[in-house]
């Protein structure tokens, strides 16, 4: 494998696994922020129940502290009766959060391979320009096929780094 290719998947293998990280790492988080905020709004649901149900309701409408004005459509809730005492549960549906996740990992699924293929194809078109051979190396040894990799192989020039080129493009001429 060549250096090019070891430098361009190289660079790709890192970008996914970084891109991967950070999509993960977003989809947790913004997940904990929407549990936090869906906690909150329960709190102020059941703290809205709680006002409402101290008002005697008529013997008709035991459901009344969900109809209290400010209560979420979605808002279900059940009185519950004890020997202790009623005890009032609220809750909302998960749906929302479910689904607005289910949007941002779709959209980080579509998005990260696209970011990736786009970087692959900059990060190919670079590499092949800062890898080529330079144009300022001296021309191939007589009965050497190509210019010298390495000053330790037989057809490398004695002394190659003191050759430089003409200033119009053209022969050679030591330095």
Do not use: H
Request: aromatic share 6%; proline share 11%; glycine share 6%.
């Amino acid at each position: 494998m060549s250096l090019e290719t070891k430098l361009v998947l190289s660079s790709i293998a890192l970008l996914a696994v970084v891109s991967a990280v950070i999509a993960t790492a977003t989809t947790l988080l913004f997940n904990d922020f929407l549990t936090d905020r869906l906690d909150l709004q329960v709190g102020s649901a059941a703290r809205r129940a709680t006002s409402a149900a101290a008002q005697p309701p008529p013997e008709a409408r035991e459901v009344a502290f969900l109809l209290f004005p400010g209560q979420s459509v979605d808002t279900f809730g059940a009185r519950v009766r004890a020997p202790d005492g009623d005890q009032l549960v609220t809750g909302l549906p998960v749906t929302g959060v479910q689904a607005t996740l289910t949007r941002l990992v779709v959209v980080e699924a579509a998005v990260t391979p696209a970011g990736v293929a786009v970087t692959a194809v900059a990060c190919t078109l670079l590499v092949r320009r800062a890898v080529r051979p330079s144009a300022a190396w001296p021309p191939p040894r007589p009965g050497c096929r190509s210019r010298p990799s390495r000053p330790a192989t037989p057809c490398a020039w004695p002394a190659y780094r003191r050759w430089t080129p003409t200033r119009a493009p053209g022969p050679w001429r030591a330095g």
